[in-house]
């Protein structure tokens, strides 16, 4: 893996360093170690049988913490979304405007920055303990074991997860919330199907489609690389761990907010 090695970690005074040349420096690095994940990820040679079981466990295990419970608020959240929109509208004499509104608001808008903040959260920076053992594993890796290499035995797998759970995540959750959807402006009734359909189809033009698939990747990829990147940063002042914690999480909120953005520019431009 010589080709794919991950630069090591960051001396405590470049890692303290302020200014705008640290500034860059940090954010190069979490670029460049995100694209040496993704070439790594892409690897024929990472899937090992060894390394199929690690990550096939721990999307086992990421899905079994995760979507219970995000299934359970991504639907409480839909109900009163829905509620409130339908009624709103209906006071003010647009109900026709009622369904794609919601639509547009849950399934293409809040529904997948929820599910990766979610995942961010529970998984990403979120688990202190999971955190630790990413932190540790440029000094595994000057320890080769009879488990190889441990960037893609330990890391790669919650890198695979977390991506996974993303995708999941916003496709479950959309799909409840246009059922919730419908059923909170026509009820329990098949009438209302030829309409429902004509309104999806006006909601997900080809610009919409493409806006929402980039928009998921760029997520799942935010998610999934920025905990990896800042777990390479060294502790300090005995405070590392929840120093790095706070500056990915900052980092982290900061790409989805740009990644928002940029979405809701090419759609309404």
């Not at 359970?72 to 003010?92: E, F, N």
């Not at 890391?155 to 959750?173: D, N, Y």
């Amino acid at each position: 893996m010589d080709d794919m090695s991950l630069p090591t970690r960051l001396p405590p005074h470049a890692a303290t360093s302020q200014g705008p040349a640290a500034w860059a420096a940090s954010w190069w690095r979490m670029l460049h170690v995100g694209a040496l994940l993704f070439a790594i990820a892409l690897s024929p040679s990472t899937y090992s049988p060894l390394n199929r079981h690690a990550i096939a466990q721990q999307i086992c295990i990421s899905a079994r913490q995760m979507i219970p419970w995000f299934t359970l608020l991504s639907a409480l959240l839909s109900l009163v979304i829905v509620h409130i929109v339908v009624v709103t509208a209906q006071s003010y004499g647009l109900s026709q405007f009622a369904l794609g509104t919601v639509i547009r608001v849950l399934v293409v808008e809040l529904l997948p920055l929820s599910a990766a903040l979610y995942v961010a959260l529970r998984a990403g920076m979120g688990s202190s303990a999971e955190f630790e053992a990413m932190q540790h594993f440029s000094t595994l890796r000057a320890r080769p074991t009879k488990d190889g290499d441990p960037l893609r035995s330990t890391v790669l797998p919650h890198v695979i997860s977390s991506t996974i759970a993303v995708f999941t995540l916003v496709a479950i959750s959309g799909g409840m919330a246009l059922f919730l959807s419908y059923v909170g402006v026509y009820g329990i009734t098949p009438w209302g199907l030829s309409n429902f359909s004509r309104v999806i189809g006006q909601v997900f033009d080809p610009v919409v489609i493409m806006s929402l698939g980039l928009k998921t990747l760029l997520y799942a990829a935010a998610v999934a690389t920025i905990p990896a990147t800042v777990s390479m940063e060294d502790p300090r002042d005995g405070h590392g761990a929840s120093v790095a914690t706070l500056q990915g999480t900052v980092r982290l909120f900061v790409v989805l907010i740009i990644i928002e953005i940029l979405s809701l520019t090419a759609e309404f431009l």
